[in-house]
């Protein structure tokens, strides 16, 4: 089960820079830079972190509606996706292996992320083809469960969709909201360290590593993982 932004793309800065053109679209003078979008990172959902932000700062004419919100939030996704559409970010390395290696193997495979499914999209389109969708067996996105990661809705969902115990499924997760979320699930942790997230703590992962590539065939064999 797949995570996606971070893990299976580094897709962060493509989302900050679609947040920040939203913001100059409609006036809002605010500006994301890399560590503040660090810090707001740590709010799953981008409506959501719209919000937060919102309401951290003391002038109170930027309270936004949920209906601005929204909006904004529509203009950013389709900005994210013109950006992802330019090519411009490819899958991180050994991700599209692993799927071949994974479906070659005849495991099955799933998406579970609190992005929405127009961004999963945008991404996967572009690097897998118009009819990447064959290749998942189950997608999870954050517009599907009423709680976002680290809470485990999606995890339960995906699990129970694919009918297996927890146990037997393998989460691939570049945070430790994704790590929470799917070990609460019930589900081992694979962690491929991301930019954004890389020096989180990952305390309980099945195994912690700076990329897809560098995994033994012993790993998928190996009863704690």
Same mark, same amino acid.
């Given at each position: 089960?797949?995570?996606?932004?971070?893990?299976?793309?580094?897709?962060?800065?493509?989302?900050?820079?679609?947040?920040?053109?939203?913001?100059?679209?409609?006036?809002?003078?605010?500006?994301?830079?890399?560590?503040?979008?660090?810090? *707001? %990172?740590?709010?799953?959902? $981008?409506?959501?972190?719209? &919000?937060? =932000?919102?309401?951290?700062?003391?002038? !109170?004419?930027?309270?936004?509606?949920?209906?601005?919100?929204?909006?904004?939030?529509?203009?950013?996704?389709?900005?994210?996706?013109?950006?992802?559409?330019?090519?411009?970010?490819?899958?991180?390395?050994?991700?599209?292996?692993?799927?071949?290696?994974?479906?070659?193997?005849?495991?099955?495979?799933?998406?579970?992320?609190?992005?929405?499914?127009?961004?999963?999209?945008? *991404? %996967?389109?572009?690097?897998? $083809?118009?009819?990447?969708? &064959?290749? =998942?067996?189950?997608?999870?996105?954050? !517009?599907?469960?009423?709680?976002?990661?680290?809470?485990?809705?999606?995890?339960?969902?995906?699990?129970?969709?694919?009918?297996?115990?927890?146990?037997?499924?393998?989460?691939?997760?570049?945070?430790?909201?994704g790590l929470l979320a799917a070990a609460s699930a019930?589900?081992?942790?694979?962690?491929?360290?991301?930019?954004?997230?890389?020096?989180?703590?990952?305390?309980?992962?099945?195994?912690?590593?700076?990329?897809?590539?560098?995994?033994?065939?012993? =790993?998928?064999?190996d009863t704690d993982a």
């Amino acid at each position: 089960m797949f995570d996606v932004d971070g893990t299976m793309a580094e897709t962060e800065e493509f989302h900050r820079h679609a947040f920040n053109e939203a913001f100059n679209h409609f006036d809002l003078p605010w500006h994301w830079d890399a560590a503040t979008y660090g810090r *707001l %990172l740590r709010i799953a959902g $981008g409506r959501e972190r719209i &919000r937060h =932000f919102c309401k951290s700062l003391p002038e !109170d004419r930027f309270d936004l509606t949920d209906s601005r919100i929204n909006e904004l939030h529509r203009f950013k996704t389709r900005r994210y996706g013109e950006l992802i559409d330019g090519g411009a970010c490819g899958l991180r390395p050994g991700v599209t292996d692993l799927i071949h290696r994974a479906r070659k193997g005849q495991l099955r495979l799933g998406i579970v992320t609190t992005t929405s499914r127009g961004n999963i999209d945008a *991404l %996967l389109s572009r690097n897998l $083809g118009p009819d990447w969708k &064959r290749n =998942f067996e189950v997608i999870v996105s954050g !517009d599907d469960v009423p709680n976002k990661k680290p809470e485990p809705d999606a995890y339960q969902a995906a699990i129970h969709a694919l009918g297996l115990p927890a146990a037997l499924c393998l989460a691939i997760e570049d945070s430790r909201n994704g790590l929470l979320a799917a070990a609460s699930a019930g589900a081992p942790v694979l962690i491929t360290r991301s930019l954004y997230f890389r020096d989180e703590d990952f305390t309980g992962a099945a195994k912690v590593t700076d990329d897809l590539t560098d995994l033994s065939d012993d =790993f998928w064999c190996d009863t704690d993982a």
